[in-house]
């Protein structure tokens, strides 16, 4: 999979959800509505989540340096490992206190309409969201299942908004199949109810995402088919196998690979490094993403005789 940020989907997402948060601050205000809120609290938690997405991608591209000379790739992964925990805290834990705090002390919607026809707005405008983050990611996603997208992704950022996305929208549904109970039962447990079901909706994506996420974050290797490939691409010419091989992804789009590699006996140290230097070649035109490459020359002692 192409490490691309999938940034035109960051800012999609982050130009809807400030003018949802908006528009649904607004609702709440005038309905009262305890799904108005917990949506338009969920949206504000969106957009800061956007923002800090695009600041991880800027400070990713900083300079390598001596106290970390392998550069700032992973500052991605904290990013979007940050914006797991607040959809958690902001989104989920606001949610189900508000939840459950209209729950105890239930009160009538005023002017649901208003409610209803920001909510309505309001899906059209995630969906746009939606439909450019599933865009971005099918550009590098190939044969694997969103499922698998998401699972095996090296590139944070688009699982990351997929499924806040997706949540949005379930959680608009949800809003606005409370407001709508409320106001055709004449019972604001309805909206509560609905605002207690958006909190654990959020919780289940939060805490999808903070797993993938701090994965990432402590370090994934090559996926077995990437692997098997890198490892072909070195068992050529004089290179006579890989005794092992350890990989690690430092970024989204910088994979590190460390292998011992059996050579033929008896090469002069200009061969071997001419093999080498072949065999990083190899790999590096096969995966892109393999840009440090360390080999270390030995010799196959499993075909030595006792």
Not at 42 to 67: I, Y
Not at 192 to 221: D, F, N, Q, R, Y
Not at 285 to 290: G, L, S
Request: with cysteine; net charge negative.
């Amino acid at each position: 999979m192409s490490a691309g940020g999938g940034t035109k989907a960051i800012i999609a997402a982050l130009v809807a959800n400030a003018g949802i948060a908006v528009a649904k601050f607004v609702g709440f205000l005038v309905t009262g509505s305890s799904s108005m809120l917990a949506e338009a609290v969920h949206s504000v938690a969106d957009t800061s989540n956007q923002g800090l997405l695009l600041l991880g991608q800027k400070t990713s591209r900083r300079q390598a340096t001596a106290n970390h000379p392998f550069g700032f790739g992973r500052d991605r992964y904290f990013y979007s490992f940050v914006v797991a925990l607040l959809l958690f805290s902001m989104g989920s834990v606001f949610a189900l206190y508000e939840g459950i705090h209209k729950l105890e002390s239930a009160e009538e919607l005023s002017s649901p309409i208003v409610a209803v026809i920001i909510l309505v707005v309001a899906i059209g405008l995630e969906t746009y969201s939606f439909k450019t983050a599933i865009s971005e990611s099918k550009l590098i996603k190939g044969n694997a299942t969103w499922w698998q997208f998401i699972r095996q992704s090296k590139v944070p950022e688009l699982p990351v908004v997929l499924l806040e996305d997706a949540g949005a929208l379930f959680g608009l549904v949800l809003a606005l199949l409370g407001v709508g109970l409320s106001t055709v039962t004449g019972d604001p447990v309805w909206d509560a109810i609905g605002t207690i079901c958006i909190g654990v909706l959020l919780g289940v994506i939060a805490i999808i995402l903070i797993i993938e996420m701090k994965s990432l974050l402590i370090g994934e290797g090559a996926a077995p088919a990437e692997l098997g490939t890198i490892v072909d691409e070195l068992a050529v010419g004089e290179v006579q196998r890989v005794i092992h091989i350890r990989t690690q992804y430092i970024g989204p789009d910088e994979l590190l690979v460390a292998a011992k590699i059996a050579l033929s006996p008896g090469l002069p140290a200009a061969d071997v490094a001419r093999a080498i230097d072949e065999a990083e070649q190899r790999v590096r035109t096969k995966v892109p993403a393999a840009r440090l490459i360390y080999l270390e020359p030995d010799l196959d002692r499993s075909l030595t005789t006792p």
